[in-house]
């Protein structure tokens, strides 16, 4: 059974940084794109970095720079490096194994205050 478990959220103010982590098991997951998605209150889930198998890394328009996606296999987690951070950027953070199906982590909270 595939899971995903987030990790490192919180309260930050605007300009600081955060490091997420997406630990996943029951899946090979050296070979999988795992994707790290967003949703703030009332708005639909939005896609903000991928990194596929190989550690090719993609990002959102409104995270290049500031964001940075990477992983390390032998530990079976993805990261999410935030920094300058914004208030706009608070929402719970999803980390998913990107296929048919995708799996999906809980969710962690980043609450950014101006």
């Known amino acids: 059974q595939v899971q995903l478990v987030e990790s490192g959220g919180g309260l930050v103010q605007a300009g600081e940084s955060l490091r997420l982590s997406c630990a996943a098991s029951?899946?090979?997951?050296?070979?999988?794109?795992i994707g790290w998605y967003r949703q703030a209150p009332g708005k639909q889930r939005e896609w903000v970095a991928r990194?596929?198998?190989?550690?090719?890394?993609y990002y959102a328009d409104f995270v290049k720079g500031r964001f940075t996606i990477s992983r390390d296999n032998a530990k079976n987690t993805v990261y999410l490096r935030m920094s300058s951070l914004k208030p706009e950027d608070t929402a719970v953070y999803y980390c998913?194994?990107?296929?048919?199906?995708?799996?999906w982590g809980q969710g962690t909270q980043v609450t950014v205050s101006s």
């Open positions: 998913g194994q990107l296929g048919v199906p995708t799996y």
């Open positions: 029951g899946t090979w997951f050296s070979i999988n794109t």
């Open positions: 990194i596929s198998s190989g550690g090719r890394s």
